[in-house]
């Protein structure tokens, strides 16, 4: 089965589960609040901390993945650049941004060198202005 070809307009992976899941993490926790508030008692302040507790922990469980992989990025991107790059260029590679890199992963190997100078000497820095740039989109369906 082949996936879907990605670009600027669909990269975007949004899991409907993990959403569900953090909204039926804050119903509870303002109900809780609201609880804990209008009829005080010790176990209505505990079951609201252990909410807070669990949206914590949720909200954790979807950033550090997030920057793991974009370390990830970072090194298979300066890598490619290694191979694809000009010398020129190549010897700019640590002037990139965590930013920029994460942006350039999407150009294709032909489209590369091209958008990497225009980012450098034009100082491109959002990545997603980076991403609307990129002509030959590169997709990536494994990320998280």
Partial sequence: ???S?????NHAKVVKGF????ALLVFPTFYFAFLAVTDFSLERVALFLFCVGAMIIAFYARV????????VIRLEERLRMERLLPQELRDRIPDFTAEQLIGLRFAS???????ARRVLYEDISDRK??????RNWRSDHQRV
């Fill in 19 to 22: 959403l569900w899941a953090n």
């Fill in 109 to 115: 190997d032909e489209e590369l060198p091209d958008l």
């Fill in 129 to 134: 202005e980076i991403k609307g740039a990129v």
């Fill in 5 to 9: 070809a990605q670009n600027f307009e």
């Fill in 1 to 3: 089965m082949s996936e």
């Fill in 64 to 71: 550090f993945p997030l920057g793991v992989q974009d370390r």
